[in-house]
């Protein structure tokens, strides 16, 4: 504030604008982003443009991260149940008449093409966490029956249209934000022996390529050229990175071309490749760090809706790196998840962005809403 005139100046203006980031967390999502572009522009070289958009996605997912700081969590309250309610009537959209694109009814085109499935891995756990604080102190066995209910519709349909990869990773954010606001351990114990005798019924109601998939990942070599190449190529750059890895740029399996998505899905072979065993355990202490993190602030925060919401999206990043790096690696059936801030997309970057951005908003607020 200017001594004499008594208004502010311009830093005092801006700096509410600007000092909205967790410095701890900021840091940890910048080394996995210059990562990911390290290792990115190796496996982009026969991709033109594909490097020039990536850095846009880079850019888009830091300005994200920014404006979800600066909306404070009474707000994202507020929003929930209208983010819910218009994610799922987009979901019923794309089952009515959505865009079909290999084989894959995901996306609709309300004026610009969008893929409603995203919306709800951050409308969903917003919306099962401000349902929670709406009961707290009456949380009841009837609380979690409807949670369920509001879970099971949109999972159900993008199940349906179908996208196993999304559908899980939106059920696993639903999921965590039941399991954080206090669901028994009899009852997990139930759903999961519950969950054990469907699998029969289940497979018969999988589809085709679903299945294939399965018995892709129970023996790769039955159809090596075919359904097993990916996991098969993927593993065989994996091993040959060893302890150091080949190089930076140096990678054989990317370079002549034998990994598939070599920059989308299945980054994580061209940088394990590359960078071996020692680069790995970085990559996965750098996620540690960041889910660590994220549960740090969701355990320091004043609400019910910031605990739950914050302890969900932290866990929704170990899904993302679990499920990639498991499914790369051959020990998970293969299901199109990205590795977070590593894999080429500007969709999942937007999901991230908002995610890591939201836990800086509850971070940043947690005084002012003690007080």
Same mark, same amino acid.
């Given at each position: 504030?200017?001594?004499?005139?008594?208004? #502010?100046?311009?830093?005092?203006?801006?700096?509410?604008?600007?000092?909205?980031?967790?410095?701890?967390? @900021?840091?940890?999502?910048?080394?996995?982003?210059?990562?990911?572009?390290?290792?990115?522009?190796?496996?982009?070289?026969?991709?033109?443009?594909?490097?020039?958009?990536?850095?846009?996605?880079?850019?888009? *997912?830091?300005?994200?991260?920014? /404006?979800? *700081? @600066?909306?404070?969590?009474?707000?994202?309250?507020?929003?929930?149940?209208?983010?819910?309610?218009?994610?799922?009537? @987009? @979901?019923?959209?794309?089952?009515? /008449?959505?865009?079909? #694109?290999?084989? *894959?009814?995901?996306?609709?085109?309300?004026?610009?093409?969008?893929?409603?499935?995203?919306?709800?891995?951050?409308?969903?756990?917003?919306?099962?966490?401000?349902?929670?604080?709406?009961?707290?102190?009456?949380?009841?066995? !009837?609380?979690?029956?409807?949670?369920?209910?509001?879970?099971?519709?949109?999972?159900?349909?993008?199940?349906?249209?179908?996208?196993?990869?999304?559908?899980?990773?939106?059920?696993?954010?639903?999921?965590?934000?039941?399991?954080?606001?206090?669901?028994?351990?009899?009852?997990?114990?139930?759903?999961?022996?519950?969950?054990?005798?469907?699998?029969?019924?289940?497979?018969? *109601?999988?589809?085709?390529?679903?299945?294939?998939?399965?018995?892709?990942?129970?023996?790769?070599?039955?159809?090596?050229?075919?359904?097993?190449?990916?996991?098969?190529?993927?593993?065989?750059?994996?091993?040959?990175?060893?302890?150091?890895?080949?190089?930076?740029?140096?990678?054989? !399996?990317?370079? +002549?071309?034998?990994?598939?998505?070599?920059?989308?899905?299945?980054?994580?072979?061209?940088?394990?490749?590359?960078?071996?065993?020692?680069?790995?355990?970085?990559?996965?202490?750098?996620?540690?760090?960041?889910?660590?993190?994220?549960?740090?602030?969701?355990?320091?925060?004043?609400?019910?809706?910031?605990? +739950?919401?914050?302890?969900?999206?932290?866990?929704?990043?170990?899904?993302?790196? /679990?499920?990639?790096?498991?499914?790369?690696?051959?020990? +998970?059936?293969?299901?199109?998840?990205?590795?977070?801030?590593?894999?080429?997309?500007?969709?999942?970057?937007?999901?991230?962005?908002?995610?890591?951005?939201?836990?800086?908003?509850?971070?940043?607020?947690?005084?002012?809403?003690?007080?």
């Amino acid at each position: 504030m200017h001594p004499l005139s008594g208004k #502010k100046n311009l830093w005092a203006t801006v700096k509410p604008y600007l000092t909205v980031f967790d410095g701890t967390l @900021l840091l940890i999502v910048a080394l996995i982003l210059l990562t990911s572009t390290i290792v990115m522009f190796s496996a982009s070289a026969e991709f033109p443009g594909r490097m020039e958009a990536h850095l846009r996605n880079i850019v888009l *997912a830091l300005l994200l991260i920014w /404006f979800a *700081a @600066l909306v404070p969590p009474q707000m994202l309250m507020r929003l929930a149940l209208p983010a819910y309610v218009i994610g799922v009537a @987009l @979901l019923v959209g794309v089952a009515l /008449f959505g865009i079909v #694109k290999l084989g *894959a009814r995901r996306w609709i085109n309300i004026g610009f093409v969008i893929q409603p499935s995203e919306i709800m891995k951050i409308a969903l756990p917003m919306m099962l966490a401000w349902w929670f604080q709406r009961r707290e102190g009456t949380i009841s066995w !009837q609380e979690f029956a409807v949670a369920g209910v509001l879970l099971a519709i949109p999972a159900a349909l993008i199940i349906r249209q179908p996208d196993l990869g999304t559908g899980m990773l939106v059920t696993a954010a639903g999921f965590y934000v039941i399991f954080l606001a206090g669901l028994s351990w009899r009852v997990l114990i139930g759903l999961a022996v519950a969950f054990a005798a469907m699998l029969p019924f289940a497979w018969h *109601a999988l589809h085709d390529y679903q299945r294939h998939r399965i018995m892709t990942l129970i023996d790769p070599s039955s159809d090596p050229l075919g359904k097993g190449f990916h996991i098969i190529q993927s593993t065989i750059a994996i091993g040959s990175g060893g302890i150091t890895g080949k190089g930076w740029m140096n990678g054989t !399996q990317g370079h +002549l071309q034998f990994i598939p998505e070599r920059s989308t899905d299945f980054i994580f072979a061209v940088y394990s490749e590359e960078f071996g065993l020692i680069g790995n355990i970085v990559l996965m202490v750098l996620y540690l760090l960041l889910i660590g993190r994220g549960l740090l602030i969701a355990a320091n925060a004043p609400t019910l809706f910031s605990r +739950l919401l914050a302890g969900a999206l932290s866990l929704m990043f170990f899904t993302y790196a /679990f499920v990639n790096m498991g499914m790369v690696s051959g020990i +998970l059936p293969v299901v199109g998840v990205p590795l977070p801030f590593m894999s080429y997309g500007g969709t999942a970057f937007v999901t991230l962005g908002l995610g890591i951005g939201i836990l800086m908003s509850i971070y940043r607020h947690r005084k002012l809403m003690q007080t």
